[in-house]
């Protein structure tokens, strides 16, 4: 059965919405490290537990193949366990509306609806995950902003071929299958590795139970987590001209970019800033963020597409999110995308892991 589902989104759509109204974390996340992903990526052992989040594990209802009216929205209560958040069944608008700063024609606005509960770490991949996995920290090729050199800093100056590698060594040691089969690679991992050949490794229903780099859709549902707003935590303030650089007041509270992030802008670490209605953190600026897939040359279509999953390839221009903190307000919005080389290393970019909510075998 298809496991994401798009439709097209209707102004009459009802998907429920909310604003962000968790408070700012006065320190970075504690969490970042080694330990940062479950060991099983099973969720709550217990059931009591499990219980206490119905909003997260509870079923959604049924969506039909290019139905928008069987969307129902999501309604976030925050569950995260072992460094990472659920984003829990539903649907939500992928897109923006046309009147929105900053909108373009490739952010035509449809409904997707997920039927599984994804995990999605809780912050940017840090140097500390990275190194925890025995890679040497990466050196960028491209340094266009400051790239921190903590810990607890997101690691920066990978392809998208050498984050897939990264999920792979996660998921094996933690005892669940690689998502990817990678041939044809040239370099050493976090020295700008660039494989010929990326193919996702699935089961029988479409599905892989390791760690993986997120789709487009699952990054922006986990980033908007119920609202529909420029940021998740409300409209854009500043002017719609995306190279400008601009003060916005509500991006200054949950983002690092361009106009706060420090002459020159550099990244910082991570949980500095408000965490979305999903407890996740930075999915505005810092770190641009690696999706698997390819850069849109034309906007989606109401029709349901195919597995995004499966339909990583090596070829064709990659896709990041979420703005870095070099980026200017219109390109740090939740429905904002840009187009990367799949094998550039810029200092602005690095990515976080996903996994799939599968009950255990």
């Known amino acids: 059965m298809r496991r994401i589902l798009i439709a097209t989104c209707l102004a009459a759509l009802g998907c429920s919405s909310s604003t962000a109204g968790s408070q700012p974390g006065d320190q970075p996340v504690s969490d970042a490290g080694a330990d940062v992903l479950p060991d ?12 206490a989040f119905p909003d ?5 209802g049924e969506a039909s193949d290019g139905d928008a009216a069987d ?4 309604a976030p209560n925050p569950y995260c366990d072992n460094g990472g958040c659920y984003a829990p069944k539903g649907c939500f608008l992928m897109g923006s509306a046309p009147d929105e700063p900053g909108h373009d024609d490739l952010e035509t606005q449809v409904a997707v609806t997920f039927d599984q509960v994804i ?8 140097i500390a995950d990275w190194t925890a996995e025995g890679f040497a920290v990466p050196t960028p090729s491209t340094q266009d902003v400051g790239a921190c050199t903590d810990p607890d800093c997101p690691v920066t100056g990978i392809t998208l071929f050498e984050a897939l590698a990264f999920a792979n060594a996660y998921s094996l040691h933690r005892s669940q299958p690689s998502c990817y089969k990678l041939d044809g690679c040239t370099g050493d991992v976090g020295q700008g590795m660039v494989c010929q050949s990326v193919v996702a490794l699935l089961d029988s229903d479409g599905y892989c139970r390791g760690y993986r780099v997120p789709t487009s859709a699952e990054w922006e549902y986990a980033a908007r987590g119920g609202t529909t707003t420029a940021f998740y935590n409300g409209p854009m303030d500043a002017a719609a001209d995306a190279t400008a650089c601009a003060d916005d007041q509500h991006l200054d509270g949950i983002a690092w970019y361009c106009h706060n992030a420090g002459s020159p802008p550099s990244t910082h670490p991570a949980g500095q800033k408000q965490q979305n209605p999903l407890d996740l953190y930075d ?9 698997t897939d390819e850069y849109p040359s034309k906007p989606l279509k109401p029709e ?7 339909s990583i390839s090596a070829d064709g221009p990659g896709q990041v999110r979420g703005g870095s903190a070099a980026s200017p307000p219109a390109q740090c919005r939740s429905a904002s995308r840009a187009s990367v080389p799949k094998d550039a290393r810029y200092s602005s970019i690095g990515f976080r892991l996903v996994q799939t909510f599968l009950p255990a075998q």
Do not use: Y
């Open 40 to 51: 099983s990526g099973q969720g709550p052992d217990d059931a009591a537990e499990a219980a």
């Open 56 to 60: 997260v594990f509870a079923e959604p």
């Open 71 to 74: 969307c129902k929205g999501i």
């Open 119 to 126: 995990w999605i770490m809780r912050h940017e991949a840090t």
């Open 283 to 291: 999915m505005a600026g810092n770190a641009a963020e690696w999706v």
């Open 304 to 310: 349901p597409l195919a597995e995004m999953i499966a």
